[in-house]
């Protein structure tokens, strides 16, 4: 850091303007170009489905499938059976020769592809369990075993299974506006997840020999058509999970009697399947706002434990534009829920969880389901479904309409660590989360995993700080991100990669996006203008299928705001940020030239030469800068200046006149790739502090290094880039002058 002379004129005197060469855009990721260029390279192109701001075309369109399902659990057996007429609607402008229907649970069939395509290697210490399952045992039986394929008089229709996704060639084909009714019949033996994993199947408990069952992916599903993909008839492979259309659910349900139900819609028949004095107590529910109320109580579930009824009961349930359904039935439930006001409308906070949940679950989960749906509807729009169910599944966490399971139990003496308490609480927030999106804002997770985890995840960020001060969230604050950007390149992805792709399926799906929208909001945008952006993009696309582009036109035109700088950067490359403070000079104002400034010309505005007199800005040569140099201005020490302000300016403009004393020229750098705002924080000499903010597009002339000088009334003592680390910048050695020495982890 030198001293070198350099000419600055103050008010009535122009700078001429120092001149470097152009310096071409670095490339750190895995793109090559402006780094401020337009997007109109990576974005779709906008059309009567998908308008250039956003939004849905006027002729957007999507189909419709609408289910009757009856099923049975067997609970001895762990098998499920179920028959379902669908109803399809053809509401695009194509002729369809064929429909797509997924078959999700066939990913754990024997013939299943998922396993073929994952590396293995050899685990050289492992449990005897382990070991039986890897090499000695058969694999379960698995998937669907499909029984018939109708159409709606009864005649077969013909079909053909690829994995898990099933055609059935239509007879006839569909025309616009078409309806198409065909029913099938199937059965599959339910997985225990925590042995062979899944995102839904049973958890056994061996003490007592009942099963929790969360069930989902449980009955043939319509495949998403679009004016994006046509069919989107992508394989399930294991990660990237599910896209779905909307449609109503008529759903019966047949267990054992002493079995306790929750699933996706309402329950129409709950006089039949519970007592008298539940139904009193759900009434109750009904008209409590401030805490839950009991209705299948502990006692009443230990109970249920040891019944083991061969009788069975019908629970029948109703769900009205919807993508999905689930369901979660075990005797050992204990049933909990509290009302819930949104503006005009109540919902319902509901939560199932056996007694090894408890005390955690019954103090935590229901008030969890009810702040969750309080926190999302205010960013977004009002929660339209009657009810969240929140269910106790250990090793899980996975979302459907109204319904989700979550992990996070006591210990054996009913002892709950605050990690356990916060990760329960994080996840429920997370799952009850995704009914905003992707279950209303419905984005393609077969696509685009980042659409609905991402945005979920930054949304689930927002909650948990407004839950309570200082909550220790893993995803959201930008320093938590560093580890993975500062990482290997070679295992790293764009955000914008498919969801079977990536190495870093957290850190690349939930962690990274939920960091970029959070630094949006904070530190680029803006807290008013994202939320009204963000908020526009929700109440455009509930109940729709957005695509990537639909999101990021949309953020751009509710908020006047040119994000391509940062979608190029954060989504579509690896860049990770790093601003360096790269030099400061400081300088004192004289009437005397230096011998390399007597010569210098000065362009004054648009028009011609300034021959002087002027005043100059100087320093010392070869000398190092020191905070405690105190070259202090004084205006009646400079003839020149003091003589134009006696001459020209009036009292008032003298009152109102700044007083700075001393001068600096601070360089910036940026050995990073991701474009920033510069965050900048000074500590004068009596440690009073002042913070500046320049905006991204500072870079646009040059991508390595910027200036910004700095006229003030006391020394500067400290200069600091990004002190509340805001913009996930993976290197703050550089961001301090004088240079602080930065303490290992071992320190």
């Known amino acids: 850091m030198k001293k070198i002379a350099l000419l600055v ?61 009856d099923i049975e659990l067997d609970d001895k057996n762990s098998k499920l059976s179920g028959s379902e007429t669908v109803t399809y609607t053809n509401n695009s402008p194509d002729t369809l020769e064929y429909l797509w229907v997924q078959l999700d649970q066939n990913q754990q069939a024997k013939t299943s592809q998922s396993p073929l395509a994952e590396s293995q290697k050899i685990d050289q210490v492992l449990p005897a369990e382990k070991f ?137 028949n709950r006089a039949e399947v519970f007592t008298p004095a539940q139904v009193k107590r759900y009434e109750l529910a009904q008209k409590t706002f401030d805490k839950p109320v009991v209705i299948v109580t502990q006692e009443e579930a230990i109970a249920n434990e040891k019944g083991f009824s061969d009788k069975k009961k019908t629970w029948r349930f109703s769900a009205k534009n919807v993508r999905d359904f689930g369901i979660a039935s075990s005797r050992k439930f204990i049933y909990d829920a509290m009302a819930v006001k949104l503006n005009n409308k109540v919902v319902m906070a509901e939560s199932v969880y056996p007694k090894e949940a408890n005390p955690l679950w019954g103090d935590y989960s229901t008030i969890t389901v009810a702040h969750t749906l309080k926190s999302y509807s205010s960013h977004t729009f009002d929660y339209p479904y009657p009810k969240a169910v929140s269910v106790s599944a250990e090793d899980q966490g996975m979302e459907y309409p109204m319904i989700c399971w979550n992990y996070g139990r006591p210990d054996e003496n009913g002892v709950t660590s605050d990690r356990i308490k916060h990760g329960m609480i994080s996840v429920i927030i997370h799952e009850v989360g995704h009914n905003f999106f992707p279950m209303i804002v419905n984005s393609d997770e077969r696509q685009w995993t980042w659409m609905d985890e991402g ?92 695509t990537p582009e639909d999101f990021f036109r949309t953020m751009e035109d509710a908020s006047a705001f040119d994000l391509d700088w940062f979608i190029r950067g954060w989504f579509y490359s690896t860049d990770f940020v790093d601003i360096g403070v790269e030099d400061v000079k400081q300088y004192y104002v004289s009437e005397t030239a230096t011998t390399d400034l007597k010569d210098v010309k000065v362009r004054r505005g648009r028009f011609g030469l300034d021959k002087g007199p002027f005043v100059y800005l100087v320093s010392g040569q070869n000398a190092e800068v020191n905070p405690n140099d105190k070259k202090a201005l004084k205006i009646e020490d400079v003839k020149l200046l003091s003589d134009y302000v006696n001459q020209n300016l009036s009292a008032d403009e003298k009152a109102n006149l700044k ?75 550089n961001n301090t002058w004088p240079k602080q020495e930065v303490k290992s982890k071992f320190e």
Do not use: C
């Open 9 to 69: 004129l103050l008010p009535v005197i122009t700078l001429a303007q120092e001149k470097s060469a152009p310096v071409a855009p670095k490339q750190t990721g895995k793109y090559d170009t402006n780094k401020f260029s337009q997007m109109y390279d990576l974005l779709a192109t906008p059309n009567m489905f998908r308008t250039a701001a956003g939004a849905p075309g006027p002729a957007y369109y999507q189909q419709q499938a609408d289910y009757k399902i």
């Open 132 to 268: 039986a399952t890897d090499y000695l045992r058969e694999k379960p039986d698995r998937g669907f075993h499909i029984e018939y394929v109708k159409d709606v008089k009864g005649a077969p229709l013909s079909y053909t299974i690829n994995q898990t996704m099933m055609r059935i060639n239509l007879p006839v084909p569909m025309k616009p506006g078409d309806k198409f009714v065909f029913s099938t019949k199937w059965w599959y033996n339910i997985n225990n997840y925590r042995k062979e994993g899944g995102r839904s199947g049973y958890e056994l408990f061996e003490k007592d020999g009942n099963k929790i069952y969360v069930i989902a992916q449980f009955y043939p599903r319509m495949a998403v058509y679009n004016d994006v993909e046509g069919w989107q008839n992508m394989q399930f492979w294991g990660s990237g999970e599910f896209a779905l259309p909307f449609g109503n659910f008529d759903v019966n349900i047949t267990v054992p009697a002493d079995h306790v139900i929750d699933a996706t819609g309402e329950l129409l």
């Open 455 to 546: 945005l979920n995840s930054f949304m689930q960020y927002m909650a948990e700080q407004e839950l309570e001060a200082n909550y220790p969230s893993n995803r959201g604050p930008a320093k938590n991100i560093v580890p993975y950007m500062s990482g290997d390149q070679k295992f790293l992805e764009p955000i914008m990669s498919n969801s079977e792709n990536i190495y870093q399926f957290g850190n690349n799906a939930y962690g990274k996006p939920a960091t970029g929208l959070n630094i949006l909001r904070e530190t680029v945008m803006g807290r008013e203008l994202f939320d009204h952006a963000f908020k526009v993009y929700a109440n455009r696309w509930k109940f729709k299928h957005p």
């Open 659 to 733: 007083a700075p004393k001393y001068f600096y020229e601070v360089t910036f750098n940026k050995p990073g790739g991701m474009l920033m705002p510069i965050l900048v924080e000074i500590t004068y000499e009596d440690d009073s502090k002042e913070s500046f903010k320049y905006p991204a597009q500072i870079w646009r002339k040059n991508n390595d290094t910027v200036r910004k000088v700095y006229a003030t009334a006391k020394a500067i003592k400290k200069i600091q880039i990004d002190p509340n680390l805001e913009t996930a910048d993976i290197d703050v050695t």
